[in-house]
T-cell receptor
Framework: AQSVSQHNHHVILSEAASLELGCNYS??????LFWYVQYPGQHLQLLLK??????LVKGIKGFEAEFIKSKFSFNLRKPSVQWSDTAEYFC???????????FGRGTSLIVHP | DTEVTQTPKHLVMGMTNKKSLKCEQH?????MYWYKQKAKKPPELMFV???????INESVPSRFSPECPNSSLLNLHLHALQPEDSALYLC????????????FGPGTRLTVL
């Protein structure tokens, strides 16, 4: 089954600090990966996605992620976090098909003003 | 319109009740999903419909019964639930299964007494 793992479960930062959240995938073939964000009290929404092509992907709100095939990684980065980035962040493969994927465990990010 | 709507927002039911959760999207998406999310946990995929064909997660108890009346609607029928089934139930849709971005609804907060 397509699955991903996230190793940073709780991250606490001050505003303007840099952020990097790890995501590793454990499947071969065509690799599509997503980062979703869940702000407090809001819907899960897409932050960014990798399908193919340029391994450096830019998303909303200044986030970016780099797909590194040799490391089976798709880490999320932001050079300077804001208080409003406080949220749960999930890495995920695509859903559906003949197998059941699993979201990453998620990372709870708290940014102090 | 990139909205997935879910009703009701909140539901409280007893263990002998029968209730249904509803989900609707008008984006022309051909894949729809049900997820269960416990507090501080990632969403767990329960069911996938792709072109109105069901893919079943075998770990889902039979007290949960999905239905896809048409490509825009998705129901989750609930019967004889247990208190441990209390959770946020999320509906999502995507253009196609396996490859595309999922759009999530706000969820139904279910409490089983």
């Amino acid at each position: 089954a397509q699955s991903v793992s996230q190793h940073n479960h709780h991250v606490i930062l001050s505003e303007a600090a840099s952020l990097e959240l790890g995501c590793n995938y454990s499947y071969g073939g065509t690799v599509n990966l997503f980062w979703y964000v869940q702000y407090p009290g809001q819907h899960l929404q897409l932050l960014l996605k990798y399908f193919s092509g340029d391994p450096l992907v830019k998303g909303i709100k200044g986030f970016e992620a780099e797909f590194i095939k040799s490391k089976f990684s798709f880490n999320l980065r932001k050079p300077s976090v804001q208080w409003s980035d406080t949220a749960e962040y999930f890495c995920a493969p695509p859903a559906g098909g003949s197998y059941i994927p699993t979201f990453g465990r998620g990372t709870s990010l708290i940014v102090h003003p | 319109d990139t909205e997935v709507t879910q009703t009701p927002k909140h539901l409280v039911m007893g263990m002998t009740n029968k209730k249904s959760l509803k989900c609707e999207q008008h984006m022309g998406h051909r894949a729809m999903y049900w997820y269960k999310q416990k507090a501080k946990k990632p969403p767990e995929l329960m069911f996938v419909y792709s072109y109105e064909k069901l893919s079943i997660n075998e770990s889902v108890p039979s007290r949960f019964s999905p239905e896809c009346p048409n490509s825009s609607l998705l129901n989750l029928h609930l019967h004889a639930l247990q208190p441990e089934d209390s959770a946020l139930y999320l509906c999502a849709s995507s253009q196609e299964a396996r490859t595309d971005t999922q759009y999530f609804g706000p969820g139904t907060r279910l409490t089983v007494l």
